[in-house]
């Protein structure tokens, strides 16, 4: 049997073809029957380009349906789906096509150039472009070919997407995720959540990471359910479209962003059944807040790019703040202290989870996915946790250097190392403080030359920005004559989050 996640969402298609899977803001709607044939045609496309199974297809588009037809077609093709964050710079996009030789890229109009001469640098012969509205190079030349196409046969263990994540030593690492790791966590949550052919789900998420991607468009297809969707997230656009949708799935900053608004209401949620959060902590302030005004409390759950999700709170019985939940069915997850020792109940430590939704390791970095991964199995998270006594896992802090902003990811290290090269720096320390609207914030703490006053805030921002992705850029920069060491000469990360938390703090808030 084809064990591709694309047969498998084929093998699930609604009876009626012609039922709507999705309808954007721009009022254009999109039918199963348009999901084959885009599919069909897109796939059909990418095989007269010559690209063979296994072969690599970067992409850095907006949001848009035919973004996510692409993704489709490549599983449907058994070709590997390599998604781009939009805000990646050039040199990142650069680091990344390198690593990962894709036999095809797809970004938006306006980069052309620059992606065709990265793609050359690396060999790479096939661009296309594709803009928000699906329109294109890539879009004319599918046009062209027939919409009939036969699904490739896949194994369970063959690749279908590789992510990018990156890591506390700097260069981002390809997560490998095979078709079985995102057809087993789809259909888990599926049935964990309820979702059925009933639900209409109101996706605001970009749909580069895991979250956006296959949270919420994978179990969207695999219930045959349907998608409101927004190019990208507007609370005032939510809250006209919640009144029509039965659930939400969002980053922590999507919710304070709706409960700053006085449209939030009761009357608001009438037809909605569930709201999802991860991809960063929630407060427990946010969870009360938004029980209190709407009457639902929001479902939390706890995932990773390498391992789709882990832990979610119930559908029905407690949810409660402060948690991630159980592990889902199929996951297992444990505590682990420094020692190796697996913790009992409330014992803090490193969690490690197993399961079929553990990816299977790093692009052509198997000694990293070794140090990643446990003798008997397990990967080791890097998020430090305890599981109490009813079974609910605490995320409790990280023992990887980890700033999480707005639901992004951002490693120190990949910023500090941009920081150190700028003229007149001597070195730098990148700490994430407290911050009301994207959780967490990128600040940056410089060690100047003497005399290099020239080197200011704004002009080390401005220089940041060119070359690493916006949210990635240090909202404050701070100067201090020395940073403070231990006795082993290590930057103490967590004497300049005492010192600047409260400084930017107060003057946020
Ligand atoms: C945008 N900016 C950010 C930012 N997003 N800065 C820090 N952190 C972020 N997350 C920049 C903008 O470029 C801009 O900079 C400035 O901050 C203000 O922009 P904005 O207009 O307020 O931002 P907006 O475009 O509204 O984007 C905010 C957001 C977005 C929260 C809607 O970041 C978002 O969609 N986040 C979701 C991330 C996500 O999907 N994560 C899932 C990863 S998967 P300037 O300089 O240009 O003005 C994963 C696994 C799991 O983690 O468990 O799910
Ligand atoms: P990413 O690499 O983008 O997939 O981010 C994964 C990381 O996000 C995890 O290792 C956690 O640190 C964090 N994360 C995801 N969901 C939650 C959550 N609900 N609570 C706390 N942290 C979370």
Same mark, same amino acid.
């Given at each position: 049997?084809?064990? #591709?996640?694309?047969?498998?969402?084929? #093998?699930?298609?609604?009876?009626?073809?012609?039922?709507?899977?999705?309808?954007? @803001?721009?009022?254009?709607?999109?039918?199963?029957?348009?999901?084959?044939?885009?599919?069909?045609?897109?796939?059909?496309?990418?095989?007269?380009?010559?690209?063979?199974?296994?072969?690599?297809?970067?992409?850095?588009?907006?949001?848009?349906?035919?973004?996510?037809?692409?993704?489709?077609?490549?599983?449907?093709?058994? *070709?590997?789906?390599?998604?781009?964050?939009?805000?990646?710079?050039?040199?990142?996009?650069?680091?990344?096509?390198?690593?990962?030789?894709?036999?095809?890229?797809?970004?938006?109009?306006?980069?052309?150039?620059?992606? %065709?001469?990265?793609?050359?640098?690396? &060999?790479?012969?096939?661009?296309?472009?594709?803009?928000?509205?699906?329109?294109?190079?890539?879009?004319?030349?599918?046009?062209?070919?027939?919409?009939?196409?036969?699904?490739?046969?896949?194994?369970? @263990?063959?690749?279908?997407?590789?992510?990018?994540?990156?890591?506390?030593?700097?260069?981002?690492?390809?997560?490998?995720?095979?078709?079985?790791?995102?057809?087993?966590?789809?259909?888990?949550?599926?049935?964990?959540?309820?979702?059925?052919?009933?639900?209409?789900?109101?996706?605001?998420?970009?749909?580069?990471?895991?979250?956006?991607?296959?949270?919420?468009?994978?179990?969207?297809?695999?219930?045959?359910?349907?998608?409101?969707?927004?190019?990208? *997230?507007?609370?005032?656009?939510?809250?006209?479209?919640?009144?029509?949708?039965?659930?939400?799935?969002?980053?922590?900053?999507?919710?304070?962003?709706?409960?700053?608004?006085?449209?939030?209401?009761? @009357?608001?949620?009438?037809?909605?059944?569930?709201?999802?959060?991860?991809?960063?902590?929630?407060?427990?302030?946010?969870?009360?807040?938004?029980?209190?005004?709407?009457? *639902?409390?929001?479902?939390?759950?706890?995932?990773?790019?390498?391992?789709?999700?882990?832990?979610?709170?119930?559908?029905?019985?407690?949810?409660? =703040?402060?948690?991630?939940?159980?592990?889902?069915?199929? /996951?297992?997850?444990?505590?682990?202290?420094?020692?190796?020792?697996?913790?009992?109940?409330? &014992?803090?430590?490193?969690?490690?989870?197993?399961? +079929?939704?553990?990816?299977?390791?790093?692009?052509?970095?198997?000694?990293?996915?070794? +140090?990643?991964?446990?003798?008997?199995?397990?990967?080791?998270?890097?998020?430090?946790?305890?599981?109490?006594? @009813?079974?609910?896992?605490?995320?409790?802090?990280?023992? %990887?250097?980890?700033?999480?902003?707005?639901?992004?990811?951002?490693?120190?290290?990949? /910023?500090?190392?941009?920081?150190?090269?700028?003229? &007149?720096? /001597?070195?730098?320390?990148?700490?994430?403080?407290?911050?009301?609207? *994207?959780?967490?914030?990128?600040?940056?703490?410089? %060690?100047?030359? =003497?005399?290099?006053?020239? /080197?200011?805030?704004?002009?080390?921002?401005?220089?940041?920005?060119?070359?690493?992705?916006?949210?990635?850029?240090?909202?404050?920069?701070?100067?201090?004559?020395?940073?403070?060491?231990?006795?082993?000469?290590?930057?103490? %990360?967590?004497?300049?989050?005492?010192?600047?938390?409260?400084?930017?703090?107060?003057?946020?808030?």
């Amino acid at each position: 049997m084809n064990q #591709s996640l694309y047969a498998l969402i084929e #093998s699930r298609f609604p009876a009626d073809p012609s039922r709507i899977l999705i309808e954007t @803001d721009g009022g254009a709607a999109y039918s199963w029957r348009d999901l084959d044939a885009l599919t069909a045609r897109y796939a059909r496309l990418m095989s007269e380009l010559g690209l063979a199974k296994g072969d690599r297809v970067a992409v850095q588009t907006d949001k848009s349906p035919q973004a996510m037809f692409l993704y489709l077609a490549c599983l449907r093709g058994g *070709f590997i789906f390599l998604p781009m964050n939009t805000a990646y710079q050039p040199d990142e996009v650069d680091y990344l096509v390198g690593n990962a030789e894709p036999r095809l890229l797809v970004c938006r109009p306006e980069v052309e150039t620059t992606t %065709k001469d990265i793609a050359a640098a690396h &060999g790479c012969l096939n661009v296309l472009t594709m803009d928000g509205d699906g329109r294109g190079s890539f879009a004319e030349a599918a046009q062209a070919v027939p919409a009939d196409f036969s699904t490739v046969d896949c194994a369970a @263990d063959d690749v279908a997407c590789i992510l990018y994540t990156s890591g506390t030593t700097g260069r981002p690492k390809g997560a490998m995720l095979t078709h079985r790791n995102l057809s087993a966590n789809a259909l888990a949550l599926v049935s964990y959540w309820g979702i059925t052919a009933g639900d209409v789900l109101l996706h605001a998420l970009p749909i580069f990471h895991a979250h956006g991607l296959f949270v919420a468009c994978n179990t969207t297809l695999l219930a045959g359910a349907r998608m409101l969707w927004l190019a990208r *997230f507007d609370g005032d656009r939510v809250l006209e479209l919640l009144s029509r949708a039965t659930t939400f799935m969002g980053v922590p900053t999507f919710y304070t962003r709706l409960l700053a608004s006085p449209r939030l209401t009761r @009357d608001a949620c009438r037809h909605m059944r569930l709201f999802v959060s991860g991809s960063a902590p929630l407060l427990e302030e946010t969870f009360r807040a938004f029980e209190e005004r709407t009457g *639902f409390s929001i479902l939390e759950r706890y995932g990773m790019t390498e391992t789709g999700m882990n832990t979610s709170n119930p559908l029905t019985g407690e949810r409660r =703040p402060g948690t991630v939940g159980f592990p889902l069915p199929g /996951v297992s997850v444990r505590a682990v202290g420094d020692d190796g020792n697996v913790l009992g109940t409330d &014992g803090v430590g490193v969690l490690q989870v197993k399961g +079929e939704n553990v990816f299977s390791g790093y692009w052509r970095m198997p000694e990293k996915t070794g +140090e990643d991964f446990t003798a008997d199995g397990w990967f080791k998270t890097g998020d430090v946790g305890k599981i109490d006594a @009813d079974g609910y896992v605490h995320i409790v802090g990280r023992a %990887k250097d980890l700033i999480i902003s707005g639901g992004y990811n951002v490693y120190p290290k990949e /910023v500090e190392s941009v920081v150190d090269r700028i003229d &007149g720096v /001597v070195e730098s320390a990148v700490i994430g403080v407290p911050h009301p609207d *994207f959780g967490e914030a990128v600040t940056a703490v410089v %060690k100047r030359l =003497p005399g290099r006053t020239d /080197v200011t805030e704004a002009a080390v921002i401005a220089e940041v920005k060119t070359r690493i992705a916006n949210y990635k850029v240090p909202k404050t920069v701070h100067f201090v004559e020395e940073l403070p060491r231990n006795a082993m000469g290590k930057v103490q %990360k967590n004497v300049l989050r005492e010192m600047f938390s409260s400084r930017v703090s107060s003057l946020i808030g």
